[in-house]
């Protein structure tokens, strides 16, 4: 019996853990030399295994561990975490986990490089290591079609963002994450990224903002509380504190808010787009609060006033979000569309919790089949234009 246990469900968000070499391995001779170092990484326990596991991508856990693993079955997201995780850094190794997973897809992004990407200030750097960072993930995933690479793709530099998405689509990646920022110093729906809209929409590939789109919402001054030996969950990488989960959405929120009220997804029907990882709750009311925004500013600002569809449709028909397994799933479609949430696992991240299907399948009791089917099948499929 699979963790799925015969039913039908794709897997929204998943993680490769990168070993130190994993830019540098598939980098061209010249990016080599401007590529930022995994080695500083520091997030407790994780570090350590980085370290273990040095040199080892070519090749798995060792077979005795690889036997262990495998033997938890149906009961794998009990397991350990991290890279100790079955499959955690080697594709075909993440084939046996997907076996006993049960699920039709997994899409599968980085774990550390969107911070080393994301957050440099050198064009060249940035460009470099998004390359090197995509024909790796590409090469995770080859080994299994039930895999889905996500690459990523700056925007500042509009050229050079042709160019790497371009190679991105040519690996047959599935989505590309993009960072929350204003690109360039230009709202995301300036003409210049208009390119990149067109670009996915005709590919019928997603953009994507998740957790490492943008920096912690809370910067460390508004952790200096002043309480010595007081503890906080905050490390590196994607390990947040509680004062981080309140405000995690926001650069997410703005984001998508100003793409929408620039009308790029007005002006690209086609285009879709995915929330992964940043929670759902907060949804609902940036749905209303759109809604409001073209109906009361539809004189002043008269572009609004030509949408033919408004805010909540668009978000219907083309945004996707994974709820936290905490939140309330069922309430949430409540409150605004069933087509709005994807199922996912952050496997083999500690967040995602040991039994994210059983507290799923919890918060949606009593509603009804076809609600539950979109959740776990249905709007996967939309997000990634899926026939049949």
Request: aromatic share 10%.
């Given at each position: 019996?699979?963790?799925?246990?015969?039913?039908?469900?794709?897997?929204?968000?998943?993680?490769?853990?990168?070993?130190?070499?994993?830019?540098?391995?598939?980098?061209?001779?010249?990016?080599?030399?401007?590529?930022?170092?995994?080695d500083d990484i520091r997030l407790a326990d994780?570090?350590?295994?980085?370290?273990?596991?040095?040199?080892?991508?070519?090749?798995?856990?060792?077979?005795?561990?690889?036997?262990?693993?495998?033997?938890?079955?149906?009961?794998?997201?009990?397991?350990?975490?991290?890279?100790?995780?079955?499959?955690?850094?080697?594709?075909?190794?993440?084939?046996?986990?997907?076996?006993?997973?049960?699920?039709?897809?997994?899409?599968?992004?980085?774990?550390?490089?969107?911070?080393?990407?994301?957050?440099?200030?050198?064009?060249?750097?940035?460009?470099?290591?998004?390359?090197?960072?995509?024909?790796?993930?590409?090469?995770?995933?080859?080994?299994?079609?039930?895999?889905?690479?996500?690459?990523?793709?700056?925007?500042?530099?509009?050229?050079?963002?042709?160019?790497?998405?371009?190679?991105?689509?040519?690996?047959?990646?599935?989505?590309?994450?993009?960072?929350?920022?204003?690109?360039?110093?230009?709202?995301?729906?300036?003409?210049?990224?208009?390119?990149?809209?067109?670009?996915?929409?005709?590919?019928?590939?997603?953009?994507?903002?998740?957790?490492?789109?943008?920096?912690?919402?809370?910067?460390?001054?508004?952790?200096?509380?002043?309480?010595?030996?007081?503890?906080?969950?905050?490390?590196?990488?994607?390990?947040?504190?509680?004062?981080?989960?309140?405000?995690?959405?926001?650069?997410?929120?703005?984001?998508?808010?100003?793409?929408?009220?620039?009308?790029?997804?007005?002006?690209?029907?086609?285009l879709k787009g995915g929330v992964i990882e940043?929670?759902?709750?907060?949804?609902?009311?940036?749905?209303?609060?759109?809604?409001?925004?073209?109906?009361?500013?539809?004189?002043?600002?008269?572009?609004?006033?030509?949408?033919?569809?408004?805010?909540?449709?668009?978000?219907?028909?083309?945004?996707?979000?994974?709820?936290?397994?905490?939140?309330?799933?069922?309430?949430?479609?409540?409150?605004?569309?069933?087509?709005?949430?994807?199922?996912?696992?952050?496997?083999?991240?500690?967040?995602?919790?040991?039994?994210?299907l059983r507290r799923f399948d919890t918060a949606?009791?009593?509603?009804?089949?076809?609600?539950?089917?979109?959740?776990?099948?249905?709007?996967?499929?939309?997000?990634?234009?899926?026939?049949?």
């Open positions: 019996m699979t963790y799925a246990a015969g039913r039908v469900i794709r897997d929204a968000d998943s993680h490769l853990m990168e070993l130190p070499d994993f830019l540098t391995r598939n980098a061209t001779a010249t990016e080599r030399d401007d590529l930022p170092s995994l994780v570090s350590v295994h980085m370290r273990d596991y040095r040199g080892r991508t070519d090749h798995g856990h060792e077979p005795a561990m690889v036997d262990q693993l495998v033997a938890l079955g149906d009961g794998l997201t009990r397991g350990p975490k991290w890279h100790q995780a079955l499959g955690a850094f080697n594709g075909p190794e993440r084939g046996l986990a997907l076996d006993l997973l049960g699920f039709q897809q997994q899409v599968v992004f980085s774990s550390f490089c969107a911070t080393k990407i994301f957050e440099t200030r050198d064009p060249k750097m940035m460009y470099a290591a998004a390359a090197a960072h995509n024909r790796s993930m590409a090469e995770f995933c080859s080994s299994d079609e039930r895999l889905w690479g996500v690459a990523m793709v700056p925007l500042d530099q509009p050229d050079r963002a042709q160019t790497t998405l371009q190679e991105a689509l040519e690996l047959d990646l599935r989505a590309i994450w993009i960072p929350s920022r204003a690109p360039g110093g230009r709202s995301p729906g300036h003409p210049d990224h208009n390119f990149f809209w067109r670009t996915l929409s005709d590919a019928e590939v997603p953009f994507i903002q998740h957790v490492g789109s943008s920096n912690l919402s809370i910067p460390d001054e508004w952790m200096h509380d002043g309480i010595e030996g007081r503890q906080t969950a905050r490390g590196g990488a994607e390990v947040i504190g509680s004062k981080d989960l309140t405000v995690i959405f926001q650069a997410a929120q703005r984001f998508i808010s100003v793409l929408v009220l620039d009308g790029v997804l007005e002006r690209f029907p086609k940043l929670g759902a709750g907060w949804v609902p009311d940036t749905i209303r609060r759109l809604d409001h925004a073209v109906d009361i500013w539809g004189k002043s600002e008269p572009h609004l006033a030509e949408f033919e569809r408004k805010p909540s449709e668009q978000f219907r028909q083309q945004l996707r979000f994974t709820p936290y397994p905490f939140e309330d799933v069922g309430q949430l479609i409540i409150e605004s569309s069933p087509e709005l949430y994807l199922f996912s696992t952050d496997y083999p991240h500690a967040e995602g919790g040991r039994d994210p949606l009791e009593g509603h009804a089949e076809e609600q539950r089917q979109l959740f776990f099948e249905g709007n996967f499929q939309t997000l990634y234009s899926m026939r049949g």
